[in-house]
C-alpha cells in the first residue's frame, strides 16, 4: 500500500464543539505559545521539549508535517475547543507494507478532564482504519503516565505488554506500555464517550 494525497483542508468533527484541523505552518503562532504555557508539565512525558526548542523549530516541525499530510504519509491535527487550539493528535508516519502506526497526543493543562483526548482518538483510530486502509494501529505510553494510558485502555485497545527502557527522557529512561487495535477489532460506537465537557466542569472520572 502506498501513501496518497490527502484532502488537507478537510476539518474532522469529534463532538460538539471539538474539532480536527489538519496542522499548518500558519499554526505557529498559537502552536508555540501554548507548548511554552505547558513546557514544564508536558516534558514529564514528552522528549522533544528540550531547552532549545525555538519557534523556528516549531514552524519546520508543521511544515514537514503539513507536506506529510498532504502526501498521506502521516497525519497531524490541531484539536481546538470552541474554535481554541488545546492540544495536537499525531497518526505517526505509516509503515505502507505492514500498514501501521501509532498514535501520539498532548493537551493543555486547561482542557484535561473533559474528554476530549479520548474522543480525538477515538476520531483518529477510525481515520486511521477507514481512510488510511490501516491493519494496525498502537498508543505507546510511559508507564507512570496514568492520563495517558486510561485513554486506550477506555478505547478497548489490547495491552500488548511492556518494552523496558524503550525511551530515553531527558536524563533517564523510561518503560513504554504497548496497547494496539487491529482493523477487525475496532468498534468506534461502541468505544463512545460521554460529550466532552466544553464549558469548564471537570468530568467525575478525570477523563484525559
Known amino acids: 500500500m502506498e501513501p496518497t494525497a490527502k484532502d488537507t483542508s478537510r ?12 496542522v499548518t505552518q500558519g499554526d505557529a503562532g498559537e502552536m508555540y505559545p501554548l507548548i511554552e504555557a505547558n513546557r514544564q508539565r508536558l516534558r514529564e512525558w514528552l522528549p522533544w521539549l528540550d531547552t532549545n526548542y525555538s519557534m523556528h523549530e516549531m514552524r519546520q516541525y508543521l511544515l514537514e508535517r503539513e507536506w506529510e499530510n498532504h502526501n498521506g504519509s502521516s497525519f497531524t491535527a490541531c484539536i481546538r475547543a470552541s474554535g481554541q487550539l488545546c492540544g495536537a493528535i499525531s497518526l505517526h508516519t505509516i509503515d505502507p507494507r505492514h500498514r501501521n502506526s501509532s498514535i501520539g497526543y498532548w493537551l493543555a493543562a486547561g482542557f484535561q478532564g473533559l474528554g476530549i483526548m479520548t474522543q480525538a482518538c477515538r476520531v483518529v483510530v477510525t481515520e486511521a482504519f477507514d481512510t488510511y486502509k490501516l491493519h494496525r494501529v498502537e498508543i505507546r505510553c510511559a508507564t507512570g503516565n496514568a492520563r495517558s494510558i486510561a485513554i486506550p485502555r477506555r478505547l478497548g485497545f489490547s495491552d500488548e505488554g511492556l518494552l523496558r527502557e524503550a525511551e530515553w527522557l531527558y536524563d533517564h529512561w523510561v518503560d513504554l506500555h504497548v496497547f494496539a487495535m487491529l482493523e477487525h477489532e475496532w ?18 472520572d478525570q477523563r484525559a
Do not use: W
Open 11 to 22: 476539518i474532522i468533527p469529534v463532538a460538539a464543539g471539538i474539532e480536527l484541523h489538519p
Open 187 to 204: 468498534h468506534p460506537l461502541e468505544t463512545l464517550p460521554k460529550e466532552p465537557h466544553t464549558a469548564g466542569l471537570v468530568d467525575p
